[in-house]
């Protein structure tokens, strides 16, 4: 059983920056691939951006350039540095770890707004 605590959702002007923060429970954090998803009003949950147990990266094309998933295994957190927001990237994020089972995070708001 893993849970998850996602942290640093805000309201932010066009082109600022955030960082949110995954922290999860229990010592088995580092085999967990972990990645964060994104909700809109009325749309799917879609993947932003995801990194293996290994540390190995992918992005959806929309954020690549922009938005940096990173984990600490120390601490058991992963994070995700947004940068150069744009309105289009209000929503919900989500955290998630998988390997056999998937969990989730409650989520944390994010608004770019002027």
């Known amino acids: 059983q893993v849970q998850l605590v996602e942290s640093g959702g805000d309201l932010v002007q066009p082109g600022g920056s955030l960082r949110l923060s995954c922290a999860a429970s229990?010592?088995?954090?580092?085999?967990?691939?972990m990645a964060w998803y994104r909700q809109a009003p009325g749309k799917q949950r879609d993947l932003v951006a995801r990194?293996?147990?290994?540390?190995?990266?992918n992005y959806a094309d929309s954020v690549k350039g922009r938005f940096t998933i990173s984990r600490d295994n120390a601490k058991n957190t992963v994070y995700l540095q947004m940068n150069s927001l744009k309105p289009e990237d209000t929503a919900v994020y989500y955290c998630?770890?998988?390997?056999?089972?998937?969990?989730w995070g409650q989520g944390t708001q994010v608004t770019v707004s002027s």
């Open positions: 998630n770890a998988a390997r056999v089972n998937s969990y």
């Open positions: 990194i293996t147990s290994g540390g190995s990266t």
């Open positions: 229990g010592s088995s954090f580092p085999i967990y691939h």
